[in-house]
């Protein structure tokens, strides 16, 4: 048997032991540890250029997965500016304000690339890295210098499309040689979230805890298994495209539309259903705080699970390269052909996200629940992304008319802010093992309801404006009629609270971790194994490993493992 | 009062690299389908022209210079399954603890190798295609040449399992396995290529 000592597991109220919720005051007494990781990096007092070597050849997954969250949420601040910038250029769109053509073309891609590469796919995948070894019980994540080797790659690929488009090399671009940059950018940046996702799944599949079947492992580690492999499956098919656009567009610049053909061809990577694809795990996320936050076990598991993997269906969609719009025209087969695909690609993924949204919240009917930050980060941040899934289905409607609009940029900024939310509350919720810290609730609660007012307001002038016909990513050279302005500058002030509430985030979590107010080692009284470790995680994450019996090995270990002291 | 959780036993067999190679070779098939998918939407948006001897209309896609050296590509369509039975023979007799036999079993493999990567120069040899041709000439070698890395990635693979198995890893059977599920990806792979690229054209 592996004592509570060495696992730092509290003691058990009754109300648990039953399986059923505990009063909010009922937290268990942790142990305390003088091993943490954290503690003794503090004193080691060495070198700034020793720190960095540490971390940039570091195979913890901690570490590599904080670096993923870290500069995601540097991205965070980039595209918000961005989104500002692009919102005051489209006040006046009869003319150029800041940027001339070219340079508002670039910025268009630098946007919607920033938006899903840059942020929303690291964003999540880092936070995967980072905590799903622990919920599974290992101590080390699978092939640890793979996964360094995908933040390296993501990172300097994400440099390399950044230079490219500013050197006017993106899509439609007039610089063929960093046009040829622009795809080896992406390229690299692909192989790096493929590499990391590889590492993901692997150690899901391959690492769990003895006993933990697949159907045990915690929600958020099951959102990322299917959001690793649909990673898998979509991935290598925008590579495939990478490869002869980059073949064609160095020697011959002929078959594939020169740098027209990358927006033709690459298009697809930057907006729903392959969109879906990154913000699975927003679902894992909210499915894992929820229960913690309403103190019971979470209700209806199996269809929580089923509601998570139906989201890949996203996957059928984003591998046949297009958006299957739904067109009642033609003969009855074609409607029915249409209708079909329509469905599977657009409204199985929304169907996904409505099961697990509803079946997550249930653990609020049956449970006590506390509305803290990281749930309400976490619940925003889903209805966000739900209404972006329910925009893009409107959208993919022939008789809406909302094809080539604003209204599609304004589904790809729901999914990512909405997905940025998820990720705040996902690092509120699990601080204490990736720096040792409690985040102060009060505050944290506040910077979610401005990220909700940010996120609506970024998005929901694109939707009225697409109505009313605005076009996609273009600048200059329309006009409707309508409050042209109004809709823009409310959408460039959205972007600002955005960076505002990442950039107000990140001071606190950098403020909290600079006080070094040590957090407990389960201070939520949560269920999943990451929890039985010290905070912050130790190197190894277990000095012993345990076994498992059920999707809560925390809640069972505490009640149903007594022995006498 | 304590609590505990059971104590799990000393670490089980892991299987990681063999899972691992699955996901990379689930990933590699992606990414040659998606290759092979574009290539037919390509081939069949190609315009028509008369066939050499004008008696029937045919896909203007291949230029009429182009001839495929069907030798040398049907070579390597056949030895492909020779490569897997090598890397399956490996896997016999690492599970029988055969030192001797999984490594010349290896070394084989690596032969083969050598053999196919050499029919693909061969190919291109012949062929002569010119890459700024039209999307025929971008295509293949962007498809030929991506299974021609994936090639040199197994071989890389079955390069480093030979050393370990030299090395005396008797207990390597996991990374041997893995090394010819990997093979067996690409004859799968191959197969599908040699198909599309080489006999439909």
Redesign the interface.
């Known amino acids: 048997?592996?004592?509570?000592?060495a696992?730092h597991?509290g003691?058990?109220t009754p109300e648990v032991r039953k399986g059923h919720g505990v009063s909010p005051g009922d937290h268990p007494k942790m142990t305390t540890n003088d091993t943490h990781v954290g503690a003794s990096t503090k004193s080691s007092g060495s070198s700034v250029v020793a720190s960095v070597g540490q971390w940039m050849t570091s195979s913890d997954h901690k570490k590599i997965g904080r670096l993923f969250i870290g500069w995601s949420l540097v991205h965070a601040i980039e595209v918000a500016v961005i989104g500002i910038i692009f919102g005051l250029e489209r006040m006046s769109p009869s003319s150029m304000q800041i940027f001339d053509g070219d340079a508002a073309l670039q910025l268009s891609w630098l946007f919607r690339h920033v938006l899903v590469l840059g942020l929303l796919a690291p964003l999540f995948i880092g936070i995967a890295i980072a905590v799903v070894p622990m919920q599974v019980g290992s101590k080390a994540i699978?092939?640890p210098r793979?996964a360094q080797y995908g933040f390296w790659a993501w990172f300097f690929g994400s440099g390399l499309v950044l230079i490219s488009l500013i050197a006017n090399g993106g899509p439609n671009g007039g610089n063929a040689d960093m046009g040829d940059l622009f795809l080896m950018g992406v390229g690299l940046l692909l192989v790096g979230l493929?590499s990391a996702s590889?590492s993901v799944?692997?150690t899901i599949?391959?690492?769990r805890?003895?006993?933990m079947s697949l159907d045990m492992i915690p929600a958020f580690s099951w959102s990322a298994l299917i959001a690793s492999?649909a990673t898998?499956?979509?991935?290598?098919?925008?590579?495939?495209?990478i490869?002869?656009l980059?073949?064609?567009h160095t020697?011959?610049q002929?078959?594939?539309g020169g740098g027209k053909g990358m927006e033709t061809w690459l298009g697809w990577i930057y907006s729903a259903p392959h969109t879906f694809v990154f913000v699975i795990m927003a679902l894992g996320v909210l499915a894992e705080v929820a229960p913690v936050a309403a103190r019971v076990r979470q209700p209806l598991r199996p269809v929580l699970l089923g509601g998570i993997a139906l989201i890949s269906t996203a996957t059928i969609g984003a591998?046949t390269q297009t958006n299957h719009v739904l067109d009642l025209s033609g003969t009855n087969g074609d409607k029915l052909s249409s209708t079909v695909l329509f469905l599977l690609t657009n409204g199985l993924p929304l169907l996904g996200m409505l099961v697990a949204l509803a079946v997550a919240m249930l653990s609020f009917k049956e449970g006590k629940p506390t509305v803290n930050a990281a749930f309400a980060f976490s619940i925003l941040g889903v209805l966000m992304i739900l209404a972006g899934a329910t925009g893009s289905f409107l959208a993919n409607i022939k008789d809406a008319d909302l094809q080539g609009t604003s209204f599609a940029e304004g589904v790809t900024l729901y999914l990512a802010y909405g997905g940025v939310l998820v990720a705040l509350g996902a690092l509120t919720h699990w601080a204490p093992k990736l720096w040792g810290v409690v985040l102060d609730d009060k505050k944290v609660l506040g910077l979610a309801g401005l990220g909700l007012i940010g996120t609506v307001l970024s998005s929901l002038p694109l939707y009225i404006a697409g109505f009313a016909d605005q076009p996609a990513n273009i600048v200059t050279g329309f006009d409707y009629d309508g409050p042209v302005a109004l809709w823009n500058v409310l959408a460039a002030a959205g972007s600002a609270l955005i960076a505002l509430v990442v950039l107000a985030y990140v001071g606190l979590l950098v403020a909290a971790v600079r006080a070094g107010a040590g957090a407990k080692d389960d201070p939520w009284d949560a269920h999943t194994l990451e929890w039985?470790i010290p905070s912050p995680a130790p190197a190894n994450n277990f000095a012993?490993?345990?076994?498992?019996s059920s999707s809560e090995?925390l809640l069972d270990?505490?009640p149903s493992?007594?022995?006498?002291? | 009062m304590t609590l505990a959780l059971p104590s799990a036993p000393s670490q089980t067999s892991r299987r990681q690299v063999l899972v691992g190679t699955a996901l990379v070779a689930a990933a590699a098939g992606m990414l040659i389908a998606g290759m092979l998918a574009m290539w037919m939407k390509f081939r069949a948006g190609a315009p028509t022209r008369e066939s050499a001897d004008g008696l029937k209309i045919i896909k203007d896609w291949m230029s009429k210079d182009i001839i495929v050296p069907e030798v040398a590509a049907n070579t390597m369509f056949a030895t492909f399954p020779f490569a897997a039975l090598m890397a399956q023979w490996a896997v016999y007799a690492a599970k029988r603890r055969d030192g001797q036999h999984r490594s010349l079993a290896l070394v084989i493999l690596f032969g083969i190798g050598i053999a196919i990567v050499n029919a693909q120069v061969a190919i291109y040899a012949q062929m002569e295609v010119v890459v700024a041709e039209g999307a025929f000439g971008a295509m293949f070698y962007a498809i030929t040449g991506t299974m021609l890395a994936l090639i040199v990635s197994g071989m890389a693979f079955t390069a480093v399992a030979f050393f370990r198995s030299v090395g005396g890893r008797d207990d390597d059977l996991q990374v041997i396995s893995a090394n010819a599920l990997y093979w067996y990806f690409l004859t799968a792979a191959f197969t599908a290529v040699w198909f599309f690229v080489y006999v439909q054209k």
């Open positions: 048997m592996v004592s509570v000592r696992l597991l003691e058990i699978a092939f793979l493929l590889i799944a692997t599949l391959t690492s805890a003895l006993g492999i898998l499956l979509t991935v290598p098919v925008a590579m495939s495209n490869i002869y980059y073949v064609d020697y011959a002929n078959a594939f591998v039985s012993s490993l345990a076994t498992v090995p270990a505490k493992q007594e022995v006498p002291a």
